[in-house]
């Protein structure tokens, strides 16, 4: 028995044993949640949460304010349009150029129930639009629920971990997953989860450039939008913009959810922005598959109708009242998430003082930033059992192998952790490293 573990071991191990799973290191976001609190409850120990990516802040206000205004206005009476209401079209086109630059007219804009439901039509679309060209490329590591939604699409997948290929290495590395001819679409995050990696401007046009040659669509995650803290990405209309791929191809489909930038997750209301050139493109496989040809039309009727008929019609209102304030200038979102980056500064100093090492390090030379994610681990351990050890101290995180990192470690979520719970957890590593001495 390690003399510091704050959940003994024999009682640690029974609830492990309880909870079925065939490794507790490999287990999902919500298993470990799950055996996490299920230790809490055993062992009256309060944990340090890190496995859930649930926003730690109050939901925008302005946002609140206006769905509350459109449920007494009696939205809620009536279908949503399934394109989406046109004051929230309106809005998230003027984002998309305000905060990317980029332009995409109000008609390729669509809500979607969460960027979830966004993933999960862009892939079903996408990897039926072509027959010869039926499987999927994720630039990993990656969000593992997008790998869940293809295998229950039954479409293929390949994948690679990025940090081997970073800068131009990636040209060569995307030849020759694309050069066979049989990847339909490619998908990132950028803030990347789980390693917090931000593609740089040149890797963003090495992606776009391959897109272009080998006729991929590229769909750009920007679940984290703005939040690479060491630019300030907030100022509508205003240099720096988001890096985006965008700049470089003109097949793509932006993913932007309201649930980090905004702290809306629980409204499930997000959107895709389709490039006008990608929405109006013809494919005339998609007619055996849903009935349209048109790509924006197999979005809308192929996909969202038969998924949800749509997304909730008083969230709309509620993005829609977001974006325009966010667009206006009188809202910043920035100042209220960049508390997780500064969270995150303070959690990576408390590991690194106590021995461990931060997995995904740098972007191309630049130290990582610090905001919503980081990665994390300790020599001599896999991420997996490293998962498992920190259970006993109270510190629960996920394994970097359940998103397809070929690298050893543990993500950490910033977001949960009270800013006053920093000095446990700090003491809480240092009890592992007392017990783990580093030979
Ligand atoms: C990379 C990434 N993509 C998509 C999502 C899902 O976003 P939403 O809550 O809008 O469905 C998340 C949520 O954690 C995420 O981390």
Request: hydrophobic fraction near 40%; glycine fraction near 8%; charged fraction near 20%.
């Amino acid at each position: 028995m390690m003399q510091h573990n704050i959940v003994p071991q024999d009682l640690a191990k029974k609830v492990f044993a309880e909870s079925g799973l065939p490794s507790i290191g490999r287990a999902g976001i919500r298993e470990i949640n799950k055996l996490a609190f299920d230790l809490e409850a055993a062992s009256g120990k309060k944990f340090i949460h890190m496995e859930l990516g649930n926003p730690g802040l109050p939901a925008a206000r302005v946002g609140v304010e206006a769905q509350i205004k459109a449920l007494q206005d009696g939205v809620a009476a009536n279908y949503p349009p399934i394109d989406g209401a046109p004051v929230l079209k309106k809005e998230a086109s003027r984002f998309i150029k305000n905060f990317l630059d980029l332009d995409v007219d109000a008609a390729n804009c669509i809500p979607t129930v969460g960027s979830m439901q966004g993933a999960f039509a862009s892939f079903m679309i996408a990897g039926h639009a072509n027959a010869k060209k039926n499987t999927m490329l994720f630039i990993d590591p990656g969000f593992p629920v997008h790998k869940f939604q293809n295998k229950v699409l039954g479409i293929p997948m390949e994948h690679f971990d990025i940090y081997e290929y970073r800068g131009e290495k990636l040209r060569a590395k995307l030849e020759e997953m694309l050069s066979k001819g049989n990847i339909h679409s490619m998908l990132y995050s950028n803030p990347n989860n789980p390693t917090w990696v931000c593609l740089t401007d040149e890797e963003l046009r090495i992606i776009g450039e391959l897109a272009n040659k080998y006729d991929v669509i590229v769909m750009e995650d920007l679940a984290y939008f703005g939040m690479d803290f060491r630019k300030d990405y907030s100022h509508p209309g205003v240099a720096p913009f988001q890096p985006t791929v965008g700049k470089y191809t003109d097949q793509y489909i932006l993913m932007i959810s309201s649930s980090k930038a905004f702290s809306y997750a629980g409204e499930r209301c997000a959107l895709l922005g389709i490039s006008n050139k990608l929405a109006q493109r013809h494919y005339a496989d998609l007619k055996a598959f849903c009935g349209q040809e048109v790509f924006l039309r197999a979005i809308l009727f192929g996909a969202l109708h038969p998924l949800s008929s749509g997304t909730s019609h008083s969230a709309q209102h509620a993005l829609a009242a977001v974006l325009k304030a966010v667009n206006d200038g009188t809202y910043n979102y920035r100042e209220d998430v960049l508390e997780y980056g500064r969270k995150a500064e303070l959690m990576k100093k408390a590991f690194i003082d106590n021995g461990f090492y931060i997995t995904y390090d740098e972007d191309c030379g630049e130290p990582i930033a610090d905001g919503f994610y980081f990665t994390y681990c300790y020599p001599g351990f896999t991420g997996a059992d490293l998962v498992e050890e920190m259970m006993y101290y109270g510190i629960s995180g996920i394994s970097l192998d359940t998103c397809g990192s070929t690298k050893q470690g543990v993500r950490a979520c910033t977001s949960l952790i009270q800013r006053e719970q920093i000095p446990v957890l700090a003491e809480r590593l240092k009890a592992f490293a007392e017990d783990h001495p580093v030979k």
